[in-house]
């Protein structure tokens, strides 16, 4: 398994405002840093950096205009003499009250306009950060055999996480969707569907967003249930896809507490949902904010839970892109994330 990593995201410090409170974020460098030598320790294939980002891959799954707002966001904050290191929106376009269409000219209204949360700002380093992560999707994408099966597996160790942001807007942590950017890669390279399954612990609202009028990729998605779950406006089991779309998203909302148990029968489900949907490649949302010491999050697997969520995910047995999302308990992320890659490779192995 290739690993792809950068260390562009050591500048992405961000604050969030959570509960009222601006504090440091939750989703900080420690992060990746803690999943990179975890990762290095299970020795589970070369690391490489990322090839430069194809920016064109990037406006293709995002609106060009919100590219180029992400990349010039904190020069424009700065130009403006604002004090606080990130720039972050404080009035969003609520839901019925706002003008359709009529993207403000102002820089806040900007971030109001291009956001759905305050639990993310733009510092200096958000953009460098943010295009590396989508180029080590990319490059995870270039590096597996569409011909294979899931002895071809890559693993993007992306940091900013990806699965929240849309077509235009930033949130939950994420700017750009690496995980969609690997898929539409796949596609791209001549793949005819493509499985997107995030099993992180919150909806994958963005990837949702992006594919929800498409075929070409099936997206699954198992989450804590929006009725009390971040981001609480999207993930319902009713929500399958419109137009062309329609049948090609699956949401499997979960009650609080999940267990494996519980948990990987809704995966199996899932993957099951996948099997019927002729794809030929996937890529995994891999969040192991599912983890039960999460400071944010209310699943219950336990670290050695985590081989199982990989074998499950290689029983597909196709060439596979893992993008890095969420996962926040510092001290049990890398073994989370190395059990699962571990437990991947191994049943993709056994297999051949
Ligand atoms: N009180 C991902 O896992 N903010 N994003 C939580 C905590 C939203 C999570 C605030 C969590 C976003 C990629
Ligand atoms: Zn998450």
Known sequence: MLIVSSDAHRAHHAVELDTGELIPSWEHPGRADAVSAAVAGADLGTMVGPDPLDRSLVDRVHDPVYVEFLETAHERWVAEG??????????????????????????????????????????AGTWAAAADAAACAQTAADAVDLAAGAESSAFALCRPPGHHAGVDTFGGYCYLNNAAIAAQRLLDRGATRVALVDVDFHHGNGTQELFSDRDDVAFCSIHGD?????????GHAGETGVGAGEGFTLNLPLDRGATLEVWLDALGGGLDWVRGHGCDALVVSLGVDTFEGDPISEFALGTDDFPAVGAALAGLGLPTVLVLEGGYATDELGANVAGVLTGFATTAAASI
């Not at 972050?88 to 956001?115: I, N, Y």
């Not at 929006?226 to 999207?234: G, K, R, Y």
């Open 82 to 123: 604002h004090r606080a290191p990130g720039a972050m929106g404080f009035a969003w376009p609520a839901r019925g009250a706002a003008s359709p269409d009529r993207r403000p000219d102002d820089l806040l209204g900007q971030l109001g306009w291009h956001s759905f949360a305050a639990d993310c700002s733009i510092v």
């Open 226 to 234: 929006p009725t009390w779950a971040f981001p609480w406006f999207s």
